[in-house]
């Protein structure tokens, strides 16, 4: 009934673990990193030579190499952190080379007093830590093509990160600086090239948002916003503006040609939708991906990510045969608000042909919709906030390839 899908209880009250390929072989030989001293210490980690992790999809603009995209490798990543030199980039004028101590931070316009911070005033005032995941509004625009596109979970759907954010809550500036009656919104710009500026309602400002000085323990990378970047938990990657050195109060949004230009969305009666910030519930199965190819019969661990700009995930549930029935999967243990979540569930493939799919909950009452449900939405020329179904076919050889249900 569920097309192989199993309930992990049962996988384990049944003993079909052993079902997992090659699973209890002892490893008996005496191997040459067995017969003496490995690598000394060393001032810096990186991963095994057998182990190759790069970004996706590393693109750049025919006019300015620097505008583009690349994505995190979805499909070779487990649990919910991203690693920080594969985190997804959205650059709109490359990655600038800034000298921390040349850098300054402004707040200025509708506050009593404008106030302007060095990145060493800055490593001085009190910091959050939170896990937030990251989502371009592009992210996952190739499923609203009208075929469907023969890459992986990372090509398809890699403009989304999960990471350990740490920086000072931004109201802390604010109410330094003092925000005058009239104020409603700020205007965050970067020290890039192309001064990228967005705006985000003083509401949201004072809320969760940060400003952001180190990812995953570490300062931040240059292609994250070294040394200070904004970041808007749940919301569309673009307004978490990196390289941040000027935000401006002000009674009104600053409509900038980075809100203006893109990041609008055409509804199908013509009319466009602006400030459209929040990401909306999803999920992608990253295990397997489009692409790969299930080696033999067995038994498989069905993973994913989901995540919700609305809340916290508090469900997610798996189809194998195209969405016709549904099992829910288990969650990992410690879903948070606003992050990444790692869903699992085993199933059994004996050569079935069969199409797996995952759909998320939040605790908000938001449901992933349906590829159709989603694409209805917008004018078919938006590619923003694409949060339908992402679906994978498994062929009689085990090939993994996108498809639409
Ligand atoms: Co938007």
Redesign the pocket.
């Known amino acids: 009934m569920t097309n192989g899908l199993i309930h992990r209880r049962d996988l384990l009250k049944a003993g079909s673990i052993g079902l997992i390929a090659g699973s209890a072989t002892p490893v008996m030989a005496r191997e040459p990193w067995m017969t003496g001293p490995g690598q000394p210490m060393s001032g810096s980690g990186e991963s095994s030579r057998y182990v190759s992790l790069a970004r996706e999809q590393v693109g750049a603009h025919a006019f300015g190499p620097g505008a583009g995209s690349s994505s995190s490798p979805l499909q070779h990543l487990n649990g919910t952190i991203t690693p920080s030199r594969l985190h997804f980039e959205r650059h709109h004028s490359g990655i600038p080379d800034i000298d921390p101590d040349k850098h300054r931070l402004t707040v200025h316009g509708a506050v009593r007093q404008p106030l302007r911070f060095s990145y060493a005033d800055l490593l001085r005032y009190p910091q959050e830590t939170h896990l937030y995941f990251l989502e371009c509004?592009g992210n996952s625009y190739r499923n609203t093509l009208a075929e469907p596109q023969n890459q992986t979970a990372g090509e398809l759907n890699g403009l989304v990160s999960g990471s350990e954010w740490t920086g000072i809550p931004l109201h802390y500036l604010l109410d330094e600086a003092g925000v005058t009656a009239d104020a409603e919104w700020i205007v965050a710009e970067g020290a890039d090239a192309a001064g990228l500026t967005r705006s985000v309602p003083l509401s949201r400002a004072l809320d969760n948002v940060l400003v952001a000085l180190y990812q995953n323990g570490e300062p931040l990378q240059p292609a994250q916003g070294f040394p200070v970047r904004l970041f808007v938990p749940g919301c569309?990657g673009n307004i978490s503006v990196k390289w941040l050195q000027t935000i401006k109060v002000q009674a009104k949004p600053g409509y900038t040609r980075d809100e203006t230009s893109k990041?609008?969305?055409l509804l199908q009666d013509g009319q466009a939708?602006m400030?459209?910030?929040q990401m909306e519930v999803k999920s992608v199965i990253t295990s397997p991906s489009g692409r790969m190819r299930l080696p033999e019969h067995g038994v498989y661990d069905v993973s994913g990510i989901a995540w919700s700009g609305a809340g916290t995930i508090a469900k997610v549930e798996v189809s194998a045969d195209g969405g016709k029935n549904w099992v829910t999967a288990a969650l990992q243990s410690d879903a948070r608000p606003l992050a990444l979540t790692r869903f699992r569930i085993p199933w059994h493939w004996q050569g079935q042909s069969a199409v797996l799919l995952s759909r998320a909950f939040d605790d908000r009452g938001n449901i992933q919709p349906t590829r159709e449900a989603a694409l209805a939405r917008y004018s078919s020329a938006v590619i923003?906030?694409y949060n339908g179904y992402q679906s994978w076919r498994v062929g009689k050889s085990g090939e993994v390839s996108n498809v639409y249900v």
């Open positions: 509004s569309e990041y609008t969305d939708e400030f459209t910030l923003y906030h």
